[in-house]
């Protein structure tokens, strides 16, 4: 039995161990298939999807996460932006100047964003686990070279589901003050003591969850977060390379 929409998203962990037991194909299958009723910008469906099988393949994906989980159980996706399958079908430089430039290039990015979140949701409606693995990343180049990517393609995320074998902590989420405004955006200042109040929340969670206890504090976990891997920083080169972005050769 699948759980609804509202329970499903209200009790989403990152799940990053998973069992032996397999995804069946059809189950796989549905959760796709499901998942691609997401909206698409323009109706380009501008994504494609590659599942990883092969154990060395699997193996090379967890070393660039640095997740050695990434290789072992489940089964396992790499997200693709896609616009080289829209200029297969529509062959000509202006077409291809038109999907390789920032809009539907920004598009290509939303769709697989949003296809990714489609599966996570429906694939823990399933009673599922998920863990959405922007690390990829880390070596965008690697995994381009690694996959066999094409001009205008570029990975955006892995996406690992399987079939649970732990039950982390929900990780907090702030407050509607600090994330919905009324008719104009709202400065950090004005919502405060809500910044305040989720600060103490999130303090608690880490000082009591059951791994890597630790003292934690959001001015610190958002410091921390721009100290990402060197070769991300490369990921808007890499996009260009890829036939992204041409207008910003003019």
């Known amino acids: 039995m699948t759980k609804s929409v509202i329970e499903t998203l209200q009790d989403h962990r990152t799940r990053r161990q998973f069992t032996t037991e397999p995804i069946s194909?059809?189950?796989?299958?549905?959760?796709?298939?499901?998942?691609?009723?997401?909206?698409?910008?323009?109706?380009?469906?501008?994504y494609s999807l590659i599942e990883i099988t092969q154990p060395a393949l699997r193996q090379q994906l967890a070393t660039i996460t640095t997740m050695p989980t990434v290789g072992e159980n489940?089964?396992?996706?790499?997200?693709?932006?896609?616009?080289?399958?829209?200029?297969?079908?529509?062959?000509?430089?202006?077409?291809?100047?038109?999907?390789?430039?920032?809009?539907?290039?920004?598009?290509?990015?939303?769709?697989?964003?949003?296809?990714?979140?489609?599966?996570?949701?429906?694939?823990?409606s399933m009673g599922l686990g998920s863990v959405v693995l922007g690390s990829i990343n880390n070596d965008t180049q690697a995994v381009i070279d690694a996959l066999h990517l094409p001009d205008l393609t570029l990975p955006v995320f892995g996406l690992q589901l399987g079939?649970?074998?732990?039950?982390?902590?929900?990780k907090p989420r702030l407050g509607l003050p600090a994330v919905l405004f009324q008719d104009t955006y709202a400065e950090p200042a004005s919502y405060q003591a809500e910044l305040d109040r989720f600060d103490g929340v999130l303090n608690?969670?880490?000082q009591h969850r059951s791994s890597h206890a630790r003292t934690e504090h959001l001015a610190h976990?958002?410091?921390?977060?721009?100290?990402?891997?060197?070769?991300?920083?490369?990921?808007?080169?890499?996009?260009?390379?890829?036939?992204?972005?041409?207008?910003?050769?003019?």
């Open 74 to 124: 489940g089964r396992l996706l790499v997200v693709v932006a896609d616009q080289h399958r829209n200029v297969k079908l529509a062959p000509g430089a202006t077409t291809r100047r038109a999907l390789s430039e920032f809009d539907r290039f920004a598009g290509s990015i939303e769709d697989a964003t949003l296809i990714t979140a489609a599966m996570v949701m429906v694939a823990e």
């Open 163 to 170: 079939h649970p074998a732990d039950v982390p902590e929900k």
């Open 25 to 46: 194909d059809a189950q796989f299958a549905q959760i796709i298939t499901t998942a691609q009723q997401m909206p698409t910008s323009q109706y380009l469906q501008a």
């Open 204 to 206: 608690q969670y880490y």
């Open 221 to 250: 976990m958002t410091q921390e977060a721009t100290h990402s891997a060197a070769k991300r920083r490369e990921f808007l080169t890499i996009a260009r390379q890829q036939g992204f972005l041409p207008e910003l050769d003019q």
